[in-house]
């Protein structure tokens, strides 16, 4: 494990012994929100929530295997119409998987997906797919290295580049199959 991994931001970091708690701009504007909140004075939620099983203690990704649970700040699923849920432990896994469903799902058809979910980095939240964000070449890593960070909202994504050396952002559509493979060499283009 790399020593830049990182599963999840925390919303709320404490300082070290003895420096000054300075709140970041997404600590104030959800300290903001929380405030309009109660006074009924906001507006929708910027994320587009999906309903989508989480994974259970033995799924397993079925791209590399790995138990997906442990990773509840990287889960990816796919839903089928007939209910069955494949998770993974990333979005890079869930492309391999979409990009080569002919191999890991023979019988089925992408037109039987009912819906698609990877998990937002900052709100921690089950996001759409097709609506998301993805960070290429960040300096954080997922379970499996290099990964296509989602995020919920452009905002969101030009500062996590900022803040964490993204190379670029991409829409769902902009992925391309030789992306995720390239990520597991460590080059983003």
Known sequence: MSDSYRPYRPLCARPAHGQAFTPGRRQALQRLLGAAAGLGLAGRSWAKPVKVPAPGPRDTCPVCGMFVAPYPHWVA????????????????????????????????????????????????????????????????????????????????????????????????SEVTAALPAAL?????Q
């Open 184 to 188: 597991d060499n460590g080059k983003f």
């Open 77 to 172: 699923t796919v839903l089928w119409r007939d209910g069955r849920a494949v998770h993974f432990d990333g979005a890079k896994d869930f492309f391999k998987y979409l990009f080569e469903l002919k191999k890991y799902e023979p019988t089925r058809k992408r037109e039987e997906i009912q819906a698609m979910a990877v998990t937002d980095y900052y709100g921690t939240a089950r996001i759409e797919a097709q609506g998301a964000f993805f960070v290429v070449g960040s300096d954080v890593l997922g379970p499996m290295g290099h990964e296509l960070v989602p995020l919920d909202t452009e905002e969101d994504a030009k500062e996590f580049m900022a803040d964490h050396k993204g190379r670029r952002v991409l829409r769902f």
